[in-house]
Structure formats: C-alpha cells, structure tokens
C-alpha cells in the first residue's frame, strides 16, 4: 500500500465515521437514551414458545427489538453467537440486522470477536449491511519463560 492509499483509506474511512457519529447523535436525541443493547441469542436460554421454531434466532431476535425499539440507539449483533448454529444462524443475523434497521434510526453494529480485518467487507451494504463493525484483532501470546 502506498501513500495515495493510505490517504484514500483516511479519508474514507473519516467519512464514514462521520456519517455514523451523525446517525447516532440523531437517534439519541429522537429516542432521548444513548443506550445500545447487544444481542447475542443462545438455544438453551431462550425461552420455550421460541425455542420450538425451526430457526429460532429470528423471531427471538425481532421479539427483543420490538420490545426495545424505543428505548435503545443501537443493536450489537454477536457474530460468533449467530454463527453457532451454523448458515441458519447467518440468516436470521442478516434479517435481523434489517428488521433492526427498518424504522430508518437505529443503528445496527456487527460484532466479531474471532476475526481479523479480513473480516470487515461482511459489513458492507452489499452483506450484512450494518451500519458499523467491531472486530477484536488479538494479537499472538508469547510465553515467557
């Protein structure tokens, strides 16, 4: 990578931040809470009328929205907590994302804890489509002796 694209990087990936720190200051004084609230489904804690879908990770994720919808800013979507259960996890993840994003405020952050920045594309508008990604890069452990 060479100066120009690193300049062409910052810039815009300033624009972006830009656009994002917009969104969220709109959505916090229309909804008067700067709360966000992560969503990261498990099988075995959701409850029983859920559970008994075939997919449940969608409509245990659409129930919380709705319940929230008012009250929080932002969603954080747990990647690795929907990938759990394999492409039927990352279905109802993208749908998720939507339905979050549906009423044009809220804001949808993916979460990728496992990932490195391979990983960033999966956020673009033509994937998951969230309005912003956090990915945990860990770096090698070195054993001391």
């Known amino acids: 990578m060479d100066d120009g694209d690193v300049v062409a990087y910052v810039e ?9 720190t917009d969104k969220l200051r709109a959505v916090q004084q229309t909804r008067k809470s700067d709360y966000g609230l992560m969503l990261a489904p498990k099988l075995t804690a959701m409850p029983l009328s859920i559970q008994r879908y075939d997919d ?16 929080v800013c932002a969603y954080v979507f747990d990647f690795s907590a929907y990938f759990a259960i394999g492409a039927a996890g990352v279905v109802a993840l993208e749908r998720a994302i939507a339905y979050a994003r ?16 391979d990983y960033a594309p999966a956020s673009s508008d033509t994937a998951l489509a969230v309005d912003l990604s956090l990915i945990h890069i860990s770096e090698p452990t070195r054993l001391r002796r």
């Open 102 to 117: 549906g009423d044009g405020e809220s804001i949808a952050i993916l979460h990728v804890p496992f990932a490195t920045r």
């Open 56 to 71: 449940p990770f969608l409509p245990f994720s659409k129930m919380v929205i709705q319940a929230t919808r008012d009250l």
């Open 12 to 20: 815009r990936e300033s624009h972006v931040m830009k656009r994002y």
